[in-house]
């Protein structure tokens, strides 16, 4: 028996054999699967941004309902106008940031928040109510410490409050920079405002805590100084010129 | 079923279960028995892949070449647990996440490579997939007690359903906040081994030598 089976076309063919048969099952599982994930995928995407709305329901038909409610807008961040004729399929980040003539490099001076690259398009999300703007929803993303946090902001209609905010996807620390997590240190921002009276981006991470009343501040994360660094860079960055500044500026006038 | 197929089916139970006595399996144990529902899914997934690999194993083990043997049940079973990973990503995405990594390591867990390379090595395929599923389920009787108490005890909940009311909540539990940590996993597994070997004596292991009693270095004239 021990002949045969170590001979070395017994290995080569059982080898072979093995690995086309393994191959042929994960392959077919993975196709026939893979609609139903880039579904979840798009569900996901959709509680992320009506969880910085305040709607955390985990049932997919409300879910979908909710999310159609919404206007998503693709916005050209460069000139900060609506970009009518780019559908939202076509502004997918990813896509952007891999064809040279969809973003651009940013800067050392311009990339405050480690991007290092930044997609011409953006889509933003606005839940209008009685025919009017009420809340708007931008997409924002910076390096931390370990990690690319990427989250969503919610502003009321003076695009200047925040009215929620989430980070849906990053490898920070747990317990550390991960406490960006935290429902509690989130409820810190809303009602807090981005900028200050001269147009500039006041948001800011407080190390120590937040003293008294601070229309601007929200508390550093305690033992995970870059992380809240990176919160705060940022900030700064997509509310700047860079980022949604020019559109945010485009939208106070038209409205 | 013929007494054989039920030994196998529940031998690994008790008799020799592969966390109790085995011994192995535990880190997974610690990591997903936080709570019972991704307790569940995690053992669903590992008898499943147990079952299945123990059976593939099986068929081929007379033309597996020995040189090459655990490689090749290395390859088996990983194609099983990236298609039950697949599988869970698309039916049940939210516990997927809770889960994470630990699915992958199913691949690492002692108990799926340790039936191959034991049992399905040298039994017939049916015998081998009833051992799988067997020690899947001494493996899911250990998880889900641990998962219990740890749920239980930690947050108040049962499969996520309130059980006892949190202080928090205006009742009078105030959940014990070292059974959500890993380490509490270990305690209880050590209490459910003590448990066991208590009931069942013929699973205590008993010390190859006993110590001597001190002597002194004497000239042998006694």
């Known amino acids: ?255 | 079923m013929s007494a054989s197929a039920k030994t196998l089916l529940l031998h690994p139970v008790l008799g020799s279960n592969p966390i109790g006595l085995q011994i192995l399996g535990i880190c997974s144990a610690l990591a997903v028995t936080v709570n019972m529902n991704v307790a569940l899914v995690m053992c669903v997934a590992l008898t499943t892949v147990t079952a299945f690999s123990n059976l593939f194993v099986s068929l081929i083990r007379n033309i597996i070449p020995n040189n090459v043997r655990i490689i090749i049940q290395m390859t088996i079973i990983a194609s099983l647990v990236i298609v039950v990973d697949q599988i869970l990503r698309a039916f049940l995405p939210e516990i997927s996440k809770q889960l994470s990594v630990f699915v992958g390591l199913i691949i690492t867990n002692c108990i799926v490579m340790g039936r191959a390379e034991a049992f399905a090595m040298s039994n017939p395929p049916l015998a081998s997939l009833l051992d799988g599923i067997g020690n899947g389920l001494g493996y899911s009787l250990v998880l889900l007690l641990v998962g219990t108490i740890r749920e239980l005890f930690g947050s108040g909940t049962w499969f996520g359903l309130p059980v006892l009311p949190l202080a928090d909540d205006g009742g009078f539990y105030v959940p014990n906040g070292l059974l959500l940590l890993p380490p509490s996993a270990f305690f209880i597994i050590g209490c459910l081994i003590w448990l066991l070997r208590s009931v069942k004596a013929d699973q205590q292991e008993h010390s190859e030598f006993v110590i001597a009693p001190h002597s002194q270095a004497t000239s042998h004239t006694h």
């Open chain 1, 1 to 255: 028996m021990s002949n045969t089976t170590d001979s070395l076309r017994n290995i080569v063919f059982v080898t072979a054999g093995v690995c086309l048969l393994c191959a042929l099952f994960v392959s077919s599982a993975s196709i026939a699967l893979r609609d139903k994930q880039i579904e979840n995928a798009k569900l996901e995407q959709q509680r992320n941004v009506l969880s910085v709305l305040g709607i955390t329901s985990k049932n997919a038909q409300t879910v979908r309902e909710q999310f159609a409610t919404l206007y998503a807008q693709v916005v050209d961040l460069q000139t900060g106008e609506y970009a009518n004729n780019i559908t939202a399929s076509e502004a997918n980040v990813k896509a952007q940031l891999r064809n040279s003539e969809q973003f651009i490099q940013l800067t050392h001076t311009q990339d405050i928040a480690g991007i290092k690259k930044r997609e011409q398009y953006a889509t933003v999300y606005l839940l209008r109510k009685d025919g009017e703007l009420h809340k708007i929803v931008l997409p924002i993303r910076g390096y931390g410490l370990w990690s690319t946090l990427y989250g969503y902001i919610a502003l009321e209609k003076d695009l200047n409050t925040i009215a929620g905010v989430s980070f849906y996807q990053h490898a920070e620390t747990p317990g550390l920079g991960g406490e960006v997590d935290n429902q509690k240190w989130k409820q810190q921002w809303v009602g807090k405002h981005i900028y200050n009276k001269q147009e500039q981006v006041a948001f800011r991470l407080v190390k120590g805590g937040v003293i008294g009343v601070d229309a601007y501040g929200v508390d550093a994360l305690s033992g995970a100084s870059l992380t809240s660094r990176g919160v705060e860079s940022l900030i700064q960055f997509w509310f700047g010129n860079d980022g949604f500044g020019p559109f945010l500026q485009h939208l106070k006038q038209i409205s």
